[in-house]
């Protein structure tokens, strides 16, 4: 089973910022649509962002548009996501996901149309 490893996350001051990244051996991230995911404590699990296979196409939530940045390194089979200007309410276990099909296209971000969840990496914004 493959599993995507995150990692970048930590305790940051808010407005402060971080970059999470995600690797997967395994996993040929030039052959999907991926996505970083987002889960509070108490929360269900929300779209963060997605990009689609080409880089094409970048979606965002609401709440980190202007914000956050999605990019991806095909050569280096990695996803990246550049959080800037951070709130306590970003406060998270962060997750990437592939997407079963191209629905980054249609800004489709239902957690059920990914796949090959990791641990995650949890991020705290807090004084």
């Known amino acids: 089973q493959v599993q995507p490893v995150e990692s970048g996350g930590g305790l940051v001051e808010p407005g402060g910022s971080l970059r999470l990244s995600c690797t997967a051996s395994?996993?040929?991230?030039?052959?999907?649509?991926m996505a970083w995911f987002r889960q509070a404590p108490g929360k269900e699990r929300e779209g963060v962002s997605c990009i689609t296979r080409y880089d094409v196409t970048r979606y965002y939530g609401d709440s980190v548009k202007g914000r956050f940045t999605i990019s991806r390194g095909n050569a280096k089979n990695t996803l990246y996501l550049q959080m800037n200007s951070l709130k306590p309410e970003d406060t998270a276990i962060y997750y990437c996901?592939?997407?079963?099909?191209?629905?980054?296209?249609?800004?489709?971000?239902?957690?059920?149309?990914?796949?090959?969840w990791g641990q995650g990496t949890q991020v705290t914004v807090s004084s």
């Open positions: 996901a592939a997407a079963r099909g191209s629905f980054c296209s249609i800004g489709d971000m239902n957690e059920y149309n990914y796949f090959a």
């Open positions: 395994g996993l040929r991230f030039d052959d999907y649509d």
